[in-house]
Antibody, heavy 127, light 107 residues
């Protein structure tokens, strides 16, 4: 059974770069046709999708963060990572990584969904 | 970006009640709609994908319906463990977007 675990600093200074890693266990990050995604949630608020990466390295980002976000994958370590630059207090949140699977019911239409999530890691931006 | 709007934002109900949560998409998203449950301090859990397909291991009291712009999540008979927040999410196009959430509380 695939499990995901986020790791990284819990405190980042304003204007610096937030760096998080998601380690995939119980399966290879390269097996299957999955995307791997990052999502965040400020305290007491809703969920915001940050972006996703395919194991080929192909990425899609949320335009609201695109200029500051980089998602990368390291198949040799079975990990994918998030970098968010020039952070401010508004970036304080719980950050989740998730696997993006799909069903297509034998058609050309791909219904994507996030079926496996990490536990989340809290990142606070403060001096 | 596709806008997702859930209603109500909060809901009080009793064990055994039938509950319906609504999600509206703008513009239309066909059946590219997922539902998640989130308990305090925990990661979201996938309940329903592609509008009406029940994720493996999720109790059959959960069901989803709808297509186009209007969707519903129904819990047929509330159990104590169902009191949580629920989010819809569209996967029709990136950026994926979520509804603002519905908090289901015990009456």
């Amino acid at each position: 059974q695939v499990q995901l675990q986020e790791s990284g600093p819990g405190l980042v200074k304003p204007s610096q770069t937030l760096s998080l890693t998601c380690t995939v266990s119980g399966g290879s990050i390269s097996s299957g046709s999955y995307y791997w995604s990052w999502i965040r949630q400020p305290a007491g608020k809703g969920l915001e999708w940050i972006g996703r990466i395919y194991t080929s390295g192909s990425t899609n980002y949320n335009p609201s963060l695109k200029s500051r976000v980089t998602i990368s994958v390291d198949t040799s370590k079975n990990q994918f990572s998030l970098k968010l630059s020039s952070v401010t207090a508004a970036d304080t949140a719980v950050y989740y990584c998730a696997r993006v699977d799909y069903s297509n019911y034998g058609t050309d239409f791909y219904y994507y969904y996030m079926d496996v999530w990490g536990n989340g890691t809290t990142v606070t931006v403060s001096s | 970006d596709i806008q997702m709007t859930q209603s109500p934002s909060s809901l009080s109900a009793s064990v055994g009640d039938r509950v319906t949560i609504t999600c509206r998409a703008s513009p239309s998203i066909s059946s590219y709609l997922n539902w998640y449950q989130q308990k305090p301090g925990k990661a979201p859990k996938l309940l329903i994908y592609a509008a009406s397909s029940l994720q493996s291991g999720v109790p059959s009291r959960f069901s989803g319906s709808g297509s186009g712009t209007d969707f519903t999540l129904t819990i047929s008979s509330l159990q104590p463990e169902d009191f949580a927040a629920y989010y819809c999410q569209q996967s029709y196009s990136t950026p994926y977007t979520f509804g603002q959430g519905t908090k289901l509380e015990i009456k």
